[in-house]
């Protein structure tokens, strides 16, 4: 069984960064998807960023292109959301998660097999 624990969540002021880390018990395959979603209260759940591959193919979302970026280490079995240059909208709970291959729908959140917690990120303007 594998377990997705975040962390690196918290308060930043707009316009600052912060780096979510997503640790993996358990194995995860090279080539699995892993992924990044955020969540505010009253909407559903949204895509934010998912890495798959031996090289790392990555996808984002429109709103957070360029400014955040998903990254991995297979070795540590975690992957990272660094998110640069934060504004107001970006606050949510985020939430990582993994499937064990690939999904063309790697913005589906009904693909995904694993998730964790979820960490809280609040910008203040």
């Known amino acids: 069984q594998v377990q997705l624990v975040e962390s690196g969540g918290g308060l930043v002021q707009a316009g600052g960064s912060l780096r979510l880390s997503c640790a993996a018990s358990?194995?995860?395959?090279?080539?699995?998807?892993m992924g990044w979603f955020r969540q505010v209260p009253g909407k559903e759940r949204e895509f934010v960023a998912s890495?798959?591959?031996?090289?790392?193919?990555?996808y984002y979302a429109d709103s957070v292109q360029g400014r955040f970026t998903i990254s991995r280490e297979n070795a540590k079995n975690t992957w990272y959301l660094q998110m640069n240059s934060l504004n107001p909208d970006d606050t949510a709970v985020y939430y990582c998660a993994a499937k064990p291959y690939y999904r063309s729908r790697y913005f589906d959140r009904s693909e995904y097999d694993y998730w964790g917690q979820g960490t809280q990120v609040t910008v203040a303007s």
């Open positions: 358990g194995r995860i395959f090279s080539n699995a998807l």
């Open positions: 890495i798959y591959g031996s090289v790392g193919v990555t």
